[in-house]
């Protein structure tokens, strides 16, 4: 599987004991997920409880949150030009971003 999707065969793959994700996007938002934290931290209190992830190719950084009615929403958190990594938490809950280039920057 890919996302929801049969990957090797496209079509009627075994799905058996597997969980699909609860949010999927297109190729024309990205191609390589680069998985994050749920953001913990104090800095950015808006953020508190929301998934923090990343597209590695695209260098979008997005948020994600499912909300206790089930709606799911995903909104873009920074358009960047870094290759996206991986991602890093502080004993605070704080959040950080590796990028290929070396860089590590906090989330604020």
């Not at 909300?67 to 929403?73: A, L």
């Amino acid at each position: 599987m890919e996302g929801d999707l049969c990957y090797k065969p496209e079509e009627g793959c075994d799905t058996i004991g597997l969980i699909k994700p609860i949010y999927t996007y297109g190729r024309d938002l990205g191609v390589s997920i680069t998985g994050g934290f749920v953001y913990r931290g104090q800095a950015i209190p808006d953020l508190v409880g929301w998934y923090v992830y990343a597209d590695y190719a695209m260098g979008t950084i997005w948020a994600l949150k499912q909300h206790d009615d089930g709606r799911i929403e995903n909104k873009v958190l920074l358009e960047t030009d870094l290759l996206i990594t991986s991602f890093g938490v502080d004993a605070e809950g704080e959040l950080y971003i590796c990028a290929q280039n070396g860089s590590l920057l906090r989330l604020t």
